[in-house]
Each structure stands twice: as structure tokens, then as C-alpha cells.
């Protein structure tokens, strides 16, 4: 059976894992190349606007 000390011990472990997969993810995710700022799309030359 688990003790009450070894069931905190591993809550405690479990808990700092998840902060730290959740810090981590979050700064690959903001660091991506996907989120690159937009660049405005360029007039076709030739057409006149409406």
C-alpha cells in the first residue's frame, strides 16, 4: 500500500512536471514560425480599383 508521505511526494512531482510541460509548451508555441505578424498583400499590377 502507499503511504500518505509517498501519495504527497508524488503529487508534488506530478504537479511540477505539469507546470513545467505547460511553461514549455507554451514558449515553443509562442516562438513558432507560425505566428509570424502578416505582411499586407500587394496590389496586382494592371488592375484599377473599384
Do not use: C, R
Amino acid at each position: 500500500m502507499i503511504s500518505d508521505n509517498q501519495l504527497y511526494t508524488l503529487a508534488i512531482f506530478l504537479g511540477t512536471a505539469a507546470m513545467l510541460l505547460i511553461i514549455l509548451y507554451h514558449f515553443l508555441e509562442v516562438n513558432s514560425e507560425d505566428h509570424a505578424p502578416m505582411q499586407k498583400p500587394k496590389a496586382v499590377p494592371g488592375k484599377a480599383k473599384s
